[in-house]
């Protein structure tokens, strides 16, 4: 199983310290969750921030949009040295330009749905994309309980991508922890994003650990 640790969670006024430790763990991406108090009613953090963080962290980031008209910042994107750009279906119009722009500005591109948004919705991009992440909670904030119907909708995106030629790995976000993370694995998680369980262990790395072993 690989681990993105949520930076979402980690203390704002020392990110450079939480950095270290994520480099220093099992980590395998870092997880950076963008909010523009539009598309979700909460405002995080943006590029002058990720920027400083992409100096510090030795992991791949990995970038979760959750923003309006995500299209417009592919390249503020990749000027934060982003591995995965995630934009949400439902704030993409046009998301098969959206994607293969993500693509083209060389992205790795990943498509999130909501938890409301049927897998079905991918039925027609799958084969452009190199990741799927399904919220298991409503986005917008971190340490929210995680949404059981979350595992039903992993298996039925397993068969969706059993029957696609293109494999995208599918990444689980929201209230992951030590008791979700076994069921996540047995439903066909490959990625799980973990934010207040890491950050609010008392041996965050222990933490990382522990869910990649789960
Ligand atoms: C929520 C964010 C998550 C958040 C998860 O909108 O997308 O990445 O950090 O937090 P936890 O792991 O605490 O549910
Ligand atoms: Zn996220």
Redesign the pocket.
Known sequence: MKIAP????ADFGNLQHDIEMVNRSQADYL?L?V?DGVF?P?ISFGFPVMKAVQKHSVKPLDV?L?IVNPQNYIGQVRDCGAEIMNVHQEACTHLHRTVQAIRAAGMRPAVTLNPATPVVMLEDIIEEVDMILL??????????T?ITQTIAKIRRLRRLIDSSSNKPLIEI?????DRTAPLLREAGADIL??????FSAPDPCQAILSLKNA
Do not use: I, K, R, T
């Not at 976000?173 to 922890?177: A, E, M, R, S």
């Not at 994003?193 to 890491?198: E, K, L, N």
């Open positions: 949520s930076l979402l969670s997880h969750d909010m979700v909460n979760h959750m919220m298991s909670v409503n986005p917008g904030f971190g340490g929210q995680f976000d929201g209230g992951v922890n994003v973990a934010g207040s369980y890491v």
